[in-house]
Structure formats: C-alpha cells, structure tokens
C-alpha cells in the first residue's frame, strides 16, 4: 500500500507542478532574491557559498528494517557531530531562506545507551559524509522557525554482532554483502530548527537512511536524477508561491520536498535503485534532537 502511495506521489509532483510553474510572472522585479539564490540541490551549491560557521550536535533513536533478512535487528542509539556553514538570506521582513552545509561524522553503537540484548543481530556503525540542509524560515522577534529539509551522501562502515549460534545461508550472505566494508548510501530528513537567539538552535528531526550493498553506477545516477529532478520542480513551485503567498512558502516547501523524500525512500526499500530492477537495501529510520551553535 505504501509503495502504491509513494508512486502516485511522484506522479502528482512530476506532472502537477510544471504546470503550476508556467502561471509565474516572468517578470523577476518584486522577487527580492537574486541570481545568488540557487536552486537548494547541486554539487556546486556544496561549495557555492560560506557564511556562519557552525557545529552541530545530535542524539538518535534508530529503527533498522531489511526486507531480505530473516533474522532480527537490535536498534542502538545514534549520537552525530557535524561542522560546516550556515547562510540566512532574507526575503521580506518576517521570511527567510536558511541554507546550511556541513561534513558530519556519526555513529550507531550499543556504548550510546542501549544494554546489551538477545536479539539476533546488533549492528555496530560509524559512517560520514556530506550534507545539505534547507528550507525558509519565519522570524518572529529575534527568533527563527524554521520547517526544513535535507540530503546527505554518506559513507557506512558496519560490522554485526551475532548472539545465536547460527544465522540461515540466505541471512549469512546478506550480512556479508555489508559486514565490515565500507557502503555508499543517502540519507534524507525533515525537522524543525527553532533559533532562539542568532548564535543557538534547537533542532528535531526525523531521517530516513539507504545503506547500498552494491553501487551500480548507471542505475543509481538514473535513480538519483528522478529524486532530485523532482525537488527542482518543488524549488520552482515554492519560488512562483513567495511572489503571491509568501507566508505560505516555508509550509508548501517543507512538505513538497519531504513528500518527494518519502516517496522515494519507500519505492527503495524493494529496490535501492528504484525504478530500475536491483536488490533491497538495509533501511533504517531516526528521530534525532540536537543543538546547533554558530559563530
């Protein structure tokens, strides 16, 4: 049922919002952003600006799911440190555009909180990688809220522990597929970061992870242009809505864009390289809270 809804979400955004877009004014006098304003998704806007140093630090509940194991999987707590810049461009008096980008370290580990368990199998991670975060903010005094979005590349290094005497052929060579090697995967999630003053945040948030047992190159970029062509058309979407409603703006790009992330990691969780015919990868699902400062 859930990958029939994640299909038809995609439907809807790839063909309802080109139409929506052609209505814009083509006039770009009232839009206070400039050709500085990139699209949120792209290699270039990794490095495409540098503001506000910060850090930021997150406590994590995981939940593993793996369609092709049998066996159980024990959930440990996360805990993440990230470092990178954060860029707050205005629109109007009260609505925002934040920006961040960060290199983050992060690791998955009984040592974090959870006691030791006769689950079947308890998966030990350290991973890195690369992300982006995004999204508007509306500013009430000196406080900001903002609804936000995110996407990450990173890197998995995950090694298993087995607490039963055996695990079936099948479950054996799953496990082999990742058991300490280093696996390319993403990571998408939806939060809010509420800054109290300039310098601090709160952030909560709820992420969504693919761990791939193989890369297959020319499936995975085809995969990842769909994704990634249907943010660029909630980008467009959003953009023509801050002209006539821009109140209305950090809601409509909040959901549009975690929408598009939903449906997208449910059609992965049966094939990682979704729509094109591949195996099912190991999933997991985190809500995290944590702290940003900046400098």
């Given at each position: 049922?859930?990958?029939?809804?994640?299909?038809?979400?995609?439907?809807?955004?790839?063909?309802?919002?080109?139409?929506?877009?052609?209505?814009?004014?083509?006039?770009?006098?009232?839009?206070?952003?400039?050709?500085?304003?990139?699209?949120?998704?792209?290699?270039?806007?990794?490095?495409?600006?540098?503001?506000?140093?910060?850090?930021?630090?997150?406590?994590?509940?995981?939940?593993?799911?793996?369609?092709?194991?049998?066996?159980?999987?024990?959930?440990?707590?996360?805990?993440?440190?990230?470092?990178?810049?954060?860029?707050?461009?205005?629109?109007?008096?009260?609505?925002?555009?934040?920006?961040?980008?960060?290199?983050?370290?992060?690791?998955?580990?009984?040592?974090?909180?959870?006691?030791?368990?006769?689950?079947?199998?308890?998966?030990?991670?350290?991973?890195?990688?690369?992300?982006?975060?995004?999204?508007?903010?509306?500013?009430?005094?000196?406080?900001?809220?903002?609804?936000?979005?995110?996407?990450?590349?990173?890197?998995?290094?995950?090694?298993?522990?087995?607490?039963?005497?055996?695990?079936?052929?099948?479950?054996?060579?799953?496990?082999?597929?990742?058991?300490?090697?280093?696996?390319?995967?993403?990571?998408?999630?939806?939060?809010?970061?509420?800054?109290?003053?300039?310098?601090?945040?709160?952030?909560?948030?709820?992420?969504?992870?693919?761990?791939?047992?193989?890369?297959?190159?020319?499936?995975?970029?085809?995969?990842?242009?769909?994704?990634?062509?249907?943010?660029?058309?909630?980008?467009?979407?959003?953009?023509?809505?801050?002209?006539?409603?821009?109140?209305?703006?950090?809601?409509?790009?909040?959901?549009?864009k975690n929408a598009v992330s939903f449906a997208?990691?449910?059609?992965?969780?049966?094939?990682?390289?979704?729509?094109?015919?591949?195996?099912?990868?190991?999933?997991?699902?985190?809500?995290?809270?944590?702290?940003?400062?900046?400098?």
């Amino acid at each position: 049922m859930l990958k029939k809804i994640a299909f038809l979400v995609i439907l809807a955004i790839v063909f309802s919002i080109p139409i929506a877009a052609q209505e814009e004014d083509s006039t770009e006098a009232d839009e206070q952003f400039d050709s500085k304003d990139y699209d949120d998704f792209g290699l270039f806007n990794y490095f495409g600006f540098a503001k506000d140093p910060m850090i930021e630090v997150f406590y994590g509940a995981p939940k593993f799911a793996w369609k092709s194991l049998k066996s159980s999987l024990q959930n440990n707590p996360s805990a993440e440190i990230g470092i990178g810049y954060s860029h707050r461009r205005k629109y109007n008096a009260h609505i925002y555009k934040l920006n961040k980008k960060m290199f983050f370290v992060s690791g998955i580990s009984q040592n974090f909180g959870n006691a030791n368990s006769k689950i079947e199998l308890t998966p030990e991670m350290w991973r890195f990688g690369l992300g982006l975060t995004y999204g508007y903010s509306y500013k009430i005094g000196r406080m900001f809220i903002t609804p936000y979005s995110s996407n990450s590349f990173v890197w998995s290094n995950i090694s298993f522990k087995n607490s039963v005497a055996t695990l079936s052929s099948t479950d054996s060579t799953n496990i082999n597929l990742y058991n300490k090697a280093f696996r390319f995967g993403t990571a998408t999630q939806a939060g809010i970061e509420i800054s109290i003053v300039p310098v601090f945040s709160i952030n909560c948030g709820y992420e969504r992870s693919v761990i791939f047992p193989r890369y297959l190159f020319w499936k995975q970029a085809g995969s990842m242009l769909l994704e990634f062509g249907g943010y660029g058309l909630t980008d467009r979407f959003v953009k023509s809505i801050l002209r006539s409603s821009p109140y209305a703006a950090p809601i409509v790009d909040f959901f549009l864009k975690n929408a598009v992330s939903f449906a997208m990691y449910e059609l992965r969780k049966e094939k990682m390289n979704w729509p094109f015919k591949s195996a099912s990868p190991l999933t997991f699902d985190t809500w995290k809270i944590g702290v940003t400062f900046r400098f």
